[in-house]
């Protein structure tokens, strides 16, 4: 993780989403709920960290409470 700069944050989710891997200044950031289980936790980390390995996370990508997910166009 500390190659590819991301950063590994816990946060309460108060949804059915258990991590999730986003764009982050220089890097990237994973977020994990807080409250997942052990398995769970070490699953995410492994999958999303696969996610910035792959370069998916190429854009900016912003959370709105109307959209799910918003992604401006370029």
Request: proline share 3%; no cysteine.
């Amino acid at each position: 993780m500390k190659r590819t700069r991301t950063k590994l944050v816990e946060r309460r989710f108060h949804s059915t989403v258990t991590g999730m891997a986003l764009p982050f200044l220089d890097g990237h950031l994973i977020a994990i709920d807080s409250a997942a289980s052990w398995a769970d936790w070490n699953f995410t980390i492994r999958h999303e960290l696969a996610h910035v390995l792959a370069g998916d996370l190429s854009g900016l990508m912003f959370l709105t409470r109307r959209t799910r997910f918003h992604i401006p166009s370029a």
